[in-house]
């Protein structure tokens, strides 16, 4: 009787000696998986960083450009010496009443923002197109000239619709169409041109 009992105890220590194991061999399969994780998000965070800092090494040889004095290529269109070109504001975008857009180092007599190069006018004219579209429901070319600008409506209208292939009142994807139509707006409104460079920029600039 007393070895029987003895033989049960035996059992039950050597079961849960068992038991211990499997959940000592579960318990290090768990934390093999989670490091597993934990090192798979530090190499996407390492890439998300990569990319990141190579965004800004683009964006500081870009605006090293644009301090040497050549960062838009001029053309013979318009007159040389605008006060879109003297202001570094190719899109005539208007200085906010009551703060600076990025890059803005004053205003003109006619409330335009003046800027430290015309990348930033870029950026600052990126953001009212944006708004147009996104905040006030602005999705034809017709909407954004007769908001935008304070004159020459029908001109600037039939310029667009010409170079974008849009009817004046046909609504278009304002934000995937965005590069050309900053292309051609400052085409109209400065007779300068934008380089692709400086076009891709906008991706950068715009989510400062």
Not at 7 to 21: D, P
Not at 29 to 48: N, T, V
Not at 79 to 108: E, F, H, I, M
Request: proline letters at 3%; glycine letters at 6%.
């Amino acid at each position: 009787m007393r070895s029987a009992s003895i033989g049960i105890w035996a059992g039950i220590v050597m079961f849960s000696s068992l038991a211990v194991a499997c959940g000592g061999m579960y318990v290090a399969s768990k934390a093999a998986g989670l490091l597993q994780e934990r090192q798979a998000e530090c190499l996407e965070l390492r890439e998300k960083l990569r990319r990141s800092d190579a965004e800004v090494d683009l964006l500081r040889t870009m605006l090293k450009e644009a301090q040497a004095k050549a960062p838009v290529q001029r053309q013979s269109v318009g007159a040389d010496g605008t006060l879109s070109r003297k202001a570094g504001n190719y899109l005539n975008v208007k200085a906010p009443s009551d703060t600076y857009w990025l890059g803005q180092c004053g205003r003109d007599s006619h409330g335009h923002a003046v800027f430290k190069s015309p990348e930033w006018s870029l950026r600052a004219g990126t953001l009212v197109l944006r708004s147009y579209y996104q905040r006030h429901n602005i999705k034809t070319v017709r909407g954004i000239v007769e908001r935008f600008s304070t004159n020459n409506h029908a001109e600037y209208t039939k310029y667009l619709c010409d170079r974008l292939k849009l009817d004046p009142d046909e609504e278009f994807n304002v934000m995937r169409r965005m590069p050309e139509l900053v292309r051609h707006m400052v085409r109209f409104e400065s007779g300068s041109d934008v380089r692709p460079a400086h076009i891709h920029m906008l991706d950068v600039l715009s989510s400062i």
